[in-house]
């Protein structure tokens, strides 16, 4: 039986997920319908609003994130 890895909730073939050169990332997150409404009243396009925050976040602190990210590559390469 193949190797299988996982993409999202989805499992594929090992070779067919290696074949996948995407370097886009999703982000989902579960509310309640009372939660979404009152999210959606103070922020009407809530993908753009989380995108700026994203945006916001990652310039003001660069190098924390990229420490960070470096750091958790260094740990899952260790991890193999």
Known sequence: MADLARIGSFSVPESEASMETSRERVISIVLNEQEWQA?????????????????????????????????ASTRSATTR
Do not use: C, G, N
């Open 39 to 71: 999210f959606v009243r103070l922020h009407p396009q809530p993908v753009t609003w989380l995108r700026e925050r994203i945006h916001e976040t990652i310039a003001v602190e660069p190098l924390t994130a990229l420490s960070a990210a470096a750091a």
